[in-house]
């Protein structure tokens, strides 16, 4: 069944907002019962990330897709899996959602609902940490599509989970995430000054990804016949 476009831009919307509201209630949450302990709120933050990812996209999928990033929005474009047209009322739904997933993860926890982070993520490594989770997002995303789309859910909240940790950035893979987490001085922030360089690592990562999957899933050349394509 194909929802109306209003429709599926609410679902964007709705579950970009969701998922910034478990990242940043998450991260408040971890950093107020570790006790200092920078790890321990750092897997209270990963694990509710990892779980809301497989639950919005199971719920929200059949209606838009359950993209909730520009960057696969972008990507989905390229590979006309939606109109050009689509991609902007995507896009805008999803920073829009994202931006009101923190004023309700602030409103939650009775922190001022307006705030701009402090925290400095910059630096070559946090840009090519950002760049390959946003590539390692796509790989999964592309690849488990093709052979195993029943199991996407659980793959990219497992892919997310897991880049928490072995990226330098901890993974927010996301531009529509990182506009909302510039809005939140907590755990989870990013100062909007570093914001702009995130963005672009991540889309320069997307578009590696999709390049590099579609030279995955391009017709072989039968063996023995001449390089002419």
Sequence with gaps: MTYPLSRR????????????????????????????NVALALLGNTLPTGAILVVLILALGPISGAHFNPAVSLVMAMRREHPWRHFWPYAA?????????????HAMFELPLFELAVKSRTGGGQWLA???AT????LVILGVARFRAEAIPVAVGLYITAAYWFTASTSFANPAVTVARALTDSFAGISPGDVPMFVV????????GFAVMGW????????GAPALY
Excluded: N
């Design 135 to 138: 590539f390692g997002l796509i």
């Design 216 to 223: 995955f899933f391009a017709p072989a050349r039968p063996v």
């Design 201 to 208: 690592a991540q889309l320069a990562g997307a578009l590696v």
């Design 9 to 36: 831009v609410a679902a964007e919307g709705l579950g970009t907002g969701l998922l910034v509201a478990t990242v940043v209630g998450s991260g408040i949450m971890g950093e107020k019962l570790a006790g200092g």
């Design 93 to 105: 739904a999803q920073i829009l959602g994202g931006c009101l997933g923190t004023l309700a993860a």
């Design 130 to 132: 950002e760049g390959v």
